[in-house]
């Protein structure tokens, strides 16, 4: 078993990690850290536990650490879950501190040596670790990438077999997206927010990262190009997103493409069943009813008509941000980098 | 004074007829007509009133009869807000005996010699009033276009002085546009629902036909292509939409164009002061807040940025639907076509 | 292992019905009705599955037969989830035949001789199935009761032990409870709607059955007052509701009667781990985050304070509707009744 | 015209303020107050307006001053959307130097000689302004109630010519009564909250002072117990409420009060052509319907039946709150207190 701890446990996407990790079969989560005002305190009575699914019992008593370095002494991997201006440094630290850093944090997503990873798509990335370590860190950072460019990029991954120069996304993200108090109930109610800051370009340059090659030593981004418009629609969790993309190859063959998709490996514990669930029915996907599909881990397309046009979803919360690192680190360690 | 009725009164486009005719200074609203059950009672006895706006006292008085030609007879337009499977013949049938009718319904919108106008976008294609009276006709029918289609072409009337090939759309679609009972509740509360029964077809053929060219006879469709993608969304009122356009004029040049655009009247009651309203704030437009602007009959456009990419949005039921009727009957009125 | 059919086995409840009783330790899932459009097919290829639980791929194959006393052949034990309209004289026939019905319909809840069971509050009201069975019939209908009186009447339970005279209750109801199409989205989206039809009466009567005495021939009305206000709220699943009793007792007492309450059986493989999950925080319990509770078994009661005041809150299509059922058939069939 | 400013004319209560003063026939908005980082910039370029309502042109150039009572030299008359810990001493100072404030907050409500006024339901306690006058201040404070207070006592106040003893109330709180940000839309979507901070021991109290007598000198709180139960519900603008009184008449005589209520004035700009709406049918009235009704002005009433019992509603930001303040300052201005 790994040691494991989470950096800022008590927010949206940290009580995903919780719930994640409970009775991991690999990992076993010891350590759940916090701002100054929750630590030495037992996790049951300072996370205020906002999701649906059942608050897990068994870690009500970890009691909680502040975020530092020196809370993770016993952690063999973490996973960061830490907003952008306390991650960019302290991740770094953490990693040069010999502990194994798995973020859903944007700080590190673009370095240059950083693997900005969905394992499905492009596992081999992974090789970058390397490249941290042979300049002499002891740990590393591996991040995933933006809620709403994992479910974008999951829904183009079957396309790579053919050509294409151009794609065009228009999201409708779910308000979960932008954490517990993110989003004033005045501001969405009844409304659609068409703008959430830097997220378009998020999606049009994380994508190309994740998609380019890897040559062993850094990677090309991919030669195309992506335009994104991005929007807040009042739906709790799951972002739904309007894709156009210039494939030439007819619908038979594309829905094909989605249809046979399988991942490069079949023994991660939270891996689904179906990488992609791929629908016939003229109205689907839909974010209340496909959302939870693989536990939350499937990414569903439908609506593959000429164009090419179709409609992807995914949940934002779990395969968007802490599933996304959960199952990074399954790949790191399958692949033997801990 | 012009003597008008509204066919199938009772429903959420025929409300809305009604609260836009009441204290017309042009028009007097006196046939409200509706199914048989409801035919012979007051319309304040049989109509289930659903709009935020108060309810008209003035026309409670009005017996509603039958959705007939026999009860038109004192008419000298009406306005349909009839279901197409109804409007077809009937609306054919009404315009052979002399009355004017300017339709909301989808049934005649791509017929070769009936105007499908957006006043402020194409006011000449009401030339074809003569082409059907040529043919011996002694009223006429025009129509408005779809509720999606009117906000979106409106967005685009300001480019037609750039040149553009192409335009991709993905709309979020208020949940009014279905009427009253049209969406369960249980199906759009916390959901997107990817898919609206031919709204992506009308929005692709409408718009040509618009846009399109008419040398007196009839109507050759604009020459570029639109690729629409429709959603449904947890709105109320009001059509939101992402649109990309292929044009490679500076973005400063666009809004330009939509900061000066000016529609060819100015004396039309119900016209806005703005045809379009342009925001340069980043989150703007949004339902919520800018649907009503202009009393609904102001589209509002935002986000103008590199791509060509914007964000356009619209009262559906005002100016996607009854709005435009009364607007198309104001421009026939004041070209005296009647 | 007993045969089971549902009878209405497409529809809102219907659906939950599957849901509860796929892999059920003690029932076997055999046939499913549903109106005559739907006989012959398989139920995956019928039913819209609009549950947000998955799924349930082994009734699939399921073939569809129309809801006839024919089609239960091979059933033991019926669940009921059929409009009273149709249930009123269908399940007097199907018990009539030897075929044991729970009812979620509420055709015959208030029959002298059926009992209206909730399993923790009266399991001695089965004694009227004998009663049944002393007048001839060879199979018998239990029921249970509406969906709010359900929440209700468990809220009340352990407060029994206490005297009190007259109730005040005010609900605040999902849409869910109407069934999937029962509410369009236009009235209650930003809404409330202060009526459901004969809820209010419902509440009134059925607590007091529930709660009377049955003396080994009939079930005496519990001597108290019961005053309902029922609301529609724009929530998915879940009924909430503010309760008033006039009970004398102080509140640390009456917590202490919520916290040790216990049902008169520990075997049922439904029942969930608390019957009551009692909140001490001033804000809970809440739909969203405690429906879910005992895999939606569990009513939860919260702010216990002065007046006697309390808020309890259950799961309308599961402990309210279909899991009410199945936990009246578990009962049952513990008790030999099968 | 008496002059007049907003203290705190930025939030959500403060927008209300300055779109019921635009073009107000007694009053001249002349000053509008809000926090440093706002003052000396044009409240067109500071306030991000949030209500429906079209945004008040000419208002836009007033610059804003820092809420201060140097800021309000000439000022006759103030409305206060002050937050509580602000207003507690700044009201005082204001009222001390010699200007009226008409105050939305709690601050003052209970305070011995301050009025706590609805005018249609106890206008003789601005006679309180006397006893603060007579205690040497220059100025005064009058103030109006919580919103949902304001709702329960219009609603009450046609029984007054019954005897009763005892009150309950269940709310159903509009979002808006929290403020723009107050309610994180996580917390409210698909939910119900059932618990708002100290709302149930505003509506016992202050509805006592309200409904109690006044001698001359003071007031005194009217004998009956008021016990409610407070709850947040997803609509946006609107407080519903279901009230049992121990009314004895019958129905058609309650009925009969309701109808012909009147208030003893109506000559106020503001007030509604209707104090009360009474409703028949059953399932009235409705937020989103009826809010609107009289400007937001008019409390509406349903559902009146035995118990007694009867649903009440009304505008929480207009008559609950800024419009409740206006009205008040009417009433003064037409009792020549400025």
Redesign the interface.
């Given at each position: 078993m790994i040691d494991v701890g989470v950096l800022g446990a008590t927010g949206?996407v940290g009580q995903r990690f919780v719930q994640l990790l409970e009775d991991h079969p690999w990992f076993n989560l010891q350590t759940l850290t916090a701002s100054e005002r929750s630590a030495g305190k037992p996790y049951g009575r300072v996370v205020n536990?906002?999701l649906?699914a059942?608050y897990p019992d068994n870690v009500s008593d970890i009691v909680v650490t502040p975020t530092t370095v020196e809370s993770l002494k016993d952690c063999d991997l973490v996973f960061s879950a830490l907003p952008p201006e306390v991650a960019t440094s302290l991740e770094t630290e953490i990693a040069d501190a010999g502990i194994a850093v798995c973020s859903n944090a944007r700080s590190h997503r673009m370095d240059s040596d950083v693997p900005l990873v969905i394992p499905e798509v492009n596992p081999d990335h992974l090789g970058l670790i390397d490249v941290q370590r042979d300049r002499g860190r002891d740990g590393f950072i591996v991040t995933n990438p933006n809620c709403s460019t994992i479910v974008f990029v999951l829904a183009l991954a079957p396309l790579r077999a053919f050509e294409f120069h151009d794609a065009?996304v228009?999201t409708?993200q779910a308000?979960?997206g932008a954490g517990?108090?993110?989003?004033?109930?005045?501001?969405?109610?009844?409304?659609?927010?068409?703008?959430i800051g830097s997220e378009e370009e998020k999606m049009e340059t994380e994508t190309l990262k994740i998609m380019g090659k890897f040559d062993g030593s850094e990677v090309k981004p991919a030669p195309f190009r992506v335009?994104a418009?991005c929007?807040r629609?009042?739906?709790?969790d799951g972002h739904?997103m309007?894709v156009?993309v210039d494939v030439k190859e007819p619908v038979a063959e594309v829905k094909k493409a989605y249809a046979t998709f399988k991942p490069p490996f079949s023994n991660l514990p939270l891996q689904p069943a179906k990488t992609i669930e791929l629908f016939d029915q003229?109205?689907?996907?839909?974010?209340?009813?496909d959302r939870?599909?693989g536990r939350g881990m499937t990414v569903s397309v439908?609506?593959v008509r000429d164009?090419l046009?179709f409609?992807a979803l995914g949940h934002n919360t779990i395969r968007g941000a802490a599933g996304a690192s959960v199952l990074n680190a399954e790949l790191i360690h399958s692949r033997n980098y801990l």
């Open positions: 949206a536990w906002r649906d059942p065009h228009a409708m308000i979960s517990f108090a993110g989003i004033p109930a005045m501001e969405i109610y009844d409304n659609v927010v068409p703008y335009s418009s929007h629609v009042p739906v709790i739904t309007a156009w003229p109205d689907r996907p839909q974010p209340r009813l939870n599909r439908g609506r164009g046009r409609v």
